[in-house]
């Protein structure tokens, strides 16, 4: 009798290790085979997970993008009008063509471009003619967009609107990715 459970002892450690084997195996092939999809874990919720319910938006040009931000409109009899995200200023002078972008009260522009800039001046046979005014539409358009400025309201003065320089500034801005105007703020209801 002795022997016999001496043989059957055996026996169950034999199988537990070829058990415990078979299991290593098993996970090898589940390692290296990447057909098979791994268990998810049950989402579970707790405090981690819960979303604040007075949430503070701190990018602040996001209500402006959405057209949710408000514009200051000033006094209507005030030229130019100040309902605006960002104005864009074009003047010439007798030698040199100048545009800048402000923003909202500032009286310091976010972007600006010059004919007076050597790396403009540099690729122009005159600083005030139309081709500058082009130039320098093309080169702020680009730096609206690095800017990630997309839209502004651009008013010219009415009796300069129709010169060449000032269309061929419109142009190039608008063919620059610049729309021209703004849209409409919305008003949501309380």
Not at 144 to 169: E, H, K, L, N
Not at 178 to 185: A, C, D, F, M, T
Request: net charge positive; aromatic share 8%; with cysteine.
């Amino acid at each position: 009798m002795a022997v016999l459970g001496e043989i059957s002892r055996n026996v169950r450690l034999l199988l537990g290790q070829i058990r415990q084997i078979d299991a290593a195996r098993s996970s090898l092939k589940s390692v290296r085979c990447f057909s098979q999809a791994a268990s998810q874990p049950e989402p579970s919720a707790d405090d981690n997970e819960a979303v604040n319910p007075t949430f503070v938006n701190r990018n602040p040009r996001n209500l402006e993008q959405m057209a949710l931000a408000v514009k200051d409109r000033g006094w209507k009899t005030t030229w130019p009008h100040r309902e605006f995200y960002h104005r864009l200023v074009f003047t010439r002078t007798q030698h040199h063509a100048t545009a800048e972008v402000f923003s909202g009260n500032s009286p310091i522009p976010v972007v600006s471009c010059s004919t007076k800039e050597w790396a403009v001046k540099r690729e122009l046979a005159s600083t005030n003619c139309v081709a500058a005014c082009q130039a320098v539409g093309e080169v702020l358009a680009h730096r609206c967009r690095q800017a990630g400025i997309t839209r502004m309201v651009y008013r010219a003065i009415p009796w300069q609107y129709r010169s060449d320089a000032i269309q061929c500034f419109r142009t190039a801005m608008k063919e620059g990715g610049v729309i021209l105007s703004e849209p409409r703020r919305k008003y949501i209801g309380t």
